[in-house]
């Protein structure tokens, strides 16, 4: 999930914005149906018994992507954006760390591979929705007032950076829980300046916001679980499911739609998406904590909410992907 669903996103992501941002071409036609194909081999190649092959091939991916931005980056001058291509390169050492660590081929826990990949992409999250919540939620309701503050955002920001080193260093269980506790509040601070409240009745916004808070409740656990006052995986699910599920299903539905020539504009099958996947991670995590005598009966109700979104998902967007742009125009 962390290294296949979660990074095809975000190539899909990278590939749209870095053609945005920077008016060059990026991969399309045979090339990106190359990509699709590296992808899908990293997929099929766990289940066999070429361990080597399917580390390789898994972190060739995000290294594939990498290289598929830098050129159109590099070609206009871009640094800006450089970072990215850094991020990715990262992703594929956490992806190949893991494996290899898994195979025995070096003394390195497997879990630190997850760890950092998440954290990795959790500073990918960060960025992109500071980028683009505070405008999307202007753009969609007349006075909003969404704000950014340079001080919030550089702490926000910074607290992941730091979450990232301090789980690569091995970082005593104090200094994590103080990092994280910064982070919580920082991206608490960072969020109540997007007004989330002035977001209710646009569902394509509301989204974000919501999928966004649970990266300070993220945060908040995982100072809660180096204290032991709860259990680390509640703090991973608040970002997986909640932050990574809610903002990735609310950012594929509305390029969708965009990008089809349709109306930005959220209707049932898309609300029920939303409330499932949030509730997912409600249960998730919460559920868990709250109800531990029912801990296999959350993962299973979470799980099924989960797989629900995203069945509706497949269900509502494949005629929208798989056929011409309603406007006629090109993509």
Same mark, same amino acid.
């Given at each position: 999930?962390?290294?296949?669903?979660?990074?095809?996103?975000?190539?899909?992501?990278?590939?749209?914005?870095?053609?945005?941002?920077?008016?060059?071409?990026?991969?399309?036609?045979?090339?990106?149906?190359?990509?699709?194909?590296?992808?899908?081999?990293?997929?099929?190649?766990?289940?066999?018994?070429?361990?080597?092959?399917?580390?390789?091939?898994?972190?060739?991916?995000?290294?594939?992507?990498?290289?598929?931005?830098?050129?159109?980056?590099?070609?206009?001058?871009?640094?800006?954006?450089?970072?990215?291509?850094?991020?990715?390169?990262?992703?594929?050492?956490?992806?190949?760390?893991?494996?290899?660590?898994?195979?025995?081929?070096?003394?390195?826990?497997?879990?630190?591979?997850?760890?950092?990949?998440?954290?990795?992409?959790?500073?990918?999250?960060?960025?992109?929705?500071?980028?683009?919540?505070?405008?999307?939620?202007?753009?969609?309701?007349?006075?909003?007032?969404?704000?950014?503050?340079?001080?919030?955002?550089?702490?926000?920001?910074?607290?992941?950076?730091?979450?990232?080193?301090?789980?690569?260093?091995?970082? +005593?269980?104090?200094?994590?829980?103080?990092?994280?506790? =910064?982070?919580?509040?920082?991206? =608490?601070?960072?969020?109540?300046?997007?007004?989330?409240?002035?977001?209710?009745?646009?569902?394509?916004?509301?989204?974000?916001?919501?999928?966004?808070?649970?990266?300070?409740?993220?945060?908040?656990?995982?100072?809660?679980?180096?204290?032991?006052?709860?259990?680390?995986?509640?703090?991973?699910?608040?970002?997986?499911?909640?932050?990574?599920?809610?903002?990735?299903?609310?950012?594929?539905?509305?390029?969708?739609?965009?990008? +089809?020539?349709?109306?930005?504009?959220?209707?049932? =099958?898309?609300?029920?998406?939303?409330?499932?996947?949030?509730?997912?991670?409600?249960?998730?995590?919460?559920?868990?904590?709250?109800?531990?005598?029912?801990?296999?009966?959350?993962?299973?109700?979470?799980?099924?909410?989960? +797989?629900?979104?995203?069945?509706?998902?497949?269900?509502?967007?494949?005629?929208?992907?798989?056929?011409?742009?309603?406007?006629?125009?090109?993509?």
């Amino acid at each position: 999930m962390i290294f296949g669903y979660t990074l095809a996103v975000i190539a899909g992501f990278l590939f749209t914005a870095v053609r945005n941002w920077t008016g060059q071409p990026t991969p399309t036609g045979a090339l990106l149906a190359g990509y699709a194909a590296l992808w899908l081999a990293g997929r099929l190649l766990v289940l066999t018994p070429f361990a080597l092959a399917s580390a390789l091939v898994n972190a060739a991916f995000p290294l594939a992507v990498a290289a598929g931005i830098a050129v159109p980056l590099a070609r206009a001058g871009n640094r800006r954006n450089y970072f990215f291509v850094a991020l990715l390169a990262a992703c594929g050492l956490a992806e190949i760390a893991f494996h290899l660590s898994l195979l025995g081929v070096f003394e390195w826990p497997a879990r630190l591979g997850l760890q950092c990949g998440l954290d990795i992409v959790l500073f990918v999250i960060a960025v992109m929705a500071g980028r683009v919540v505070p405008m999307f939620t202007n753009n969609a309701i007349p006075g909003a007032g969404a704000t950014r503050n340079a001080w919030i955002e550089r702490a926000a920001l910074g607290s992941v950076l730091a979450i990232l080193a301090a789980d690569l260093a091995g970082a +005593s269980s104090i200094v994590v829980a103080v990092i994280a506790a =910064a982070g919580a509040m920082a991206h =608490a601070a960072r969020l109540a300046l997007w007004r989330p409240w002035k977001t209710l009745h646009a569902p394509l916004v509301w989204i974000l916001h919501e999928a966004y808070a649970w990266i300070a409740i993220h945060f908040a656990l995982r100072a809660l679980a180096a204290w032991d006052v709860v259990a680390t995986p509640f703090a991973t699910h608040a970002l997986t499911i909640g932050a990574i599920g809610g903002m990735t299903l609310g950012m594929m539905t509305r390029t969708a739609l965009g990008h +089809s020539g349709r109306t930005l504009k959220a209707g049932g =099958a898309e609300v029920a998406c939303y409330l499932m996947v949030m509730a997912a991670a409600v249960v998730r995590v919460f559920g868990g904590l709250a109800l531990p005598h029912h801990y296999v009966g959350t993962i299973v109700l979470a799980a099924s909410l989960w +797989s629900a979104a995203f069945a509706t998902y497949a269900l509502t967007y494949w005629p929208v992907l798989t056929r011409p742009r309603v406007d006629g125009k090109p993509g």
